[in-house]
């Protein structure tokens, strides 16, 4: 909303209540509506991404770019830019110019796993949701910060809404139910597939070391290497 104006979104139009009056602002498919930089920017299947004021609608990016590409979101950038995501061809910059591709050692990960949504956060990072890989996080410059999925503590992997909190905490719409990402993501917990171990039945860490006791025997691994497998402790085979 502005002032004056309230925008209510649904897939086929955009209304203006203003005055007492509902108006119907573009008549299009829409597949996402934000307000970046201080304009509020449409996207529309196939015709590019409009501007709106008031209860009028101008073209702000068009061209033959958006033929077959759907918008997931729109985003403010670095340097006044806008970060435009798509479902099924990755992530690009606008500069006011010319759209380019961000990222695009990533482009096949968003693809595969269908970017969804996005947020800018104010510690400038870029959160990105996915359908099918749950979050994953990046710096400006498109450098990985970290992955949130099912593996290390989110109850589901489909991301459909994505919102920050006073203290910078993260809200996540999911599938099924809300997910939750403290400031700190970093304090959170991992599930990793232990296989040819048999039934563990004790743990404990001894001199940065993680030992198992299973129905087969003894295994062993060093925690300060990474990618470090369970071995068999000599001579332990059997219950332990």
């Known amino acids: 909303f502005t002032d004056s104006v309230v925008y209510f ?6 209304l ?22 201080d304009k509020i920017l449409v996207a529309v299947r196939n015709k590019g991404i409009y501007e709106i004021e008031g209860i009028t609608a101008k073209p702000f990016i068009s061209g033959d770019f958006f033929e077959n590409k759907t ?20 992530i690009f910059v606008w500069n006011g110019k010319t759209l380019e591709p961000w990222n695009n050692q990533w482009t096949d990960y968003f693809i595969k796993n269908e970017l969804n949504r996005g947020f800018y956060t104010k510690n400038r990072q870029l959160v990105l949701g996915t359908i099918i890989g749950g979050v994953v996080i990046f710096d400006e410059s498109g450098n990985l910060v970290t992955k949130i ?5 989110l109850p589901n992997n489909t991301i459909l809404g994505i919102e920050t909190d006073e203290w910078q905490n993260l809200w996540l719409a999911l599938d099924d139910g809300i997910g939750f990402m403290p400031h700190n993501y ?25 030992y198992l006791g299973t129905n087969q025997g003894l295994f062993m691994k060093p925690l300060n290497i990474k990618d470090s497998q369970f071995l068999l402790v000599p001579k332990t085979q059997g219950q332990v």
């Open 16 to 37: 203006a209540f203003h005055s007492d009056s509902v108006s119907v602002v573009l008549p299009f498919f829409i597949s996402v509506m934000n307000k970046v930089n």
């Open 149 to 153: 999925n099912t593996q290390n503590g």
């Open 9 to 14: 979104q649904s897939f086929n139009q955009i």
């Open 186 to 210: 970093r304090k959170g917990f991992s599930i990793e597939k232990i296989n040819d171990v048999g039934a563990i039945y004790s743990m404990s860490v001894v001199n940065n070391l993680m």
């Open 71 to 90: 918008i997931q979101f729109l985003l403010p950038f670095r340097n006044n830019q806008l970060l435009v995501g798509t479902a099924s061809h990755g």
